[in-house]
C-alpha cells in the first residue's frame, strides 16, 4: 500500500522541548518537503530536499531543523527557538524527472497537529 | 516577492451550478500549475495539474490556463455538496532545477443543497 506515512497525527509541546515529526513515503520519490498552514492561510514551505543527504532552507526555516538520511525518510525536529509552533505540519513528496522537467507533481501525508501546553 | 493570489471567498454555489475558482501568479516564468482540495481538518490532494495554455478536462473538472494574463483557473461542473472544500492553486514558479511550490492562501467552496 504506497504512500506517505505522518506520525503522530496529533502532538503537544512543552515550553523549551524539542519535537519530532515523522515522515516517511514507500513511493521511491526522490524530493521530499515540510510545509506549514496555520488557520485560513495556505502552505509555507519550511524544509525540501531533492536527494539523500542533501536539503534546503524554505520560506520559514527559522526554528526548525531535518534530515534526509534514507531516502524514504525526511524527519522534521520543532526546536525551542520556534516560539510559535501551533499549526498543522504535512510532509510531501514527488518524483523529479530529469533535465528542465518541473511538472513535479506533489503528494501529501495525512499531518501532524502541533500544539503547545 | 512571489506571489500566488486567490479570493478567500466563501464561493456559495447551489448544487448543479457551475463554480468558478480563480489564481492569478506574479512570475512570468511559472512553467507548472496545480489544483488541490482541501477538506476542513484533511490534508491537500491532487485534482488537476496543467502545464499548457488552454484547457484541460477530466470530468467534472477544467482547468484553464493563460500565461499571457498569468491566470489559471477551475471550474467544476455540476457541482456536488461533496465539492464544498477549500481549493488551494499551487505554481512552480522557478524554473531549472528548483522544484519549489508557492500555493495560495484558497478558495472555500460552499455548494448548498
Known amino acids: 500500500d504506497g504512500g506517505i506515512t505522518q506520525s503522530p497525527k496529533y502532538l503537544f509541546r512543552k515550553e523549551g522541548q524539542n519535537v519530532t515529526l515523522s515522515c516517511e513515503q514507500n513511493?521511491?520519490?526522490?524530493?521530499m518537503y515540510w510545509y506549514r498552514q496555520d488557520p485560513g492561510q495556505g502552505l509555507r514551505l519550511i524544509y525540501y530536499s531533492q536527494i539523500v543527504n542533501d536539503f534546503q532552507k524554505g520560506d520559514i526555516a527559522e526554528g526548525y531543523s531535518v534530515s534526509r538520511e534514507k531516502k524514504e525518510s525526511f524527519p522534521l525536529t520543532v526546536t525551542s527557538a520556534q516560539k510559535n509552533p501551533t499549526a498543522f505540519y504535512l510532509c510531501a513528496s514527488s518524483k523529479l524527472a530529469g533535465g528542465h522537467n518541473n511538472k513535479n507533481i506533489q503528494y501529501f501525508g495525512a499531518g501532524t497537529r502541533l500544539s503547545v501546553l | 516577492q512571489k506571489e500566488v493570489e486567490q479570493n478567500s471567498g466563501p464561493l456559495s454555489v447551489p448544487e448543479g451550478a457551475i463554480a468558478s475558482l480563480n489564481c492569478t501568479y506574479s512570475?512570468?516564468?511559472?512553467?507548472?500549475f496545480f489544483w488541490y482540495r482541501q477538506y476542513s481538518g484533511k490534508s491537500p490532494e491532487l485534482i488537476m495539474f496543467?502545464?499548457?495554455?488552454g484547457d484541460k478536462e477530466d470530468g467534472r473538472f477544467t482547468a484553464q490556463l493563460n500565461k499571457a494574463s498569468q491566470y489559471v483557473s477551475l471550474l467544476i461542473r455540476d457541482s456536488q455538496p461533496s465539492d464544498s472544500a477549500t481549493y488551494l492553486c499551487a505554481v512552480n514558479m522557478v524554473g531549472g532545477s528548483n522544484y519549489k511550490l508557492t500555493f495560495g492562501k484558497g478558495t472555500l467552496l460552499t455548494v448548498n443543497p
Open positions: 512570475d512570468r516564468g511559472s512553467q507548472s
Open positions: 513511493l521511491n520519490h526522490d524530493a
Open positions: 496543467i502545464y499548457s495554455n
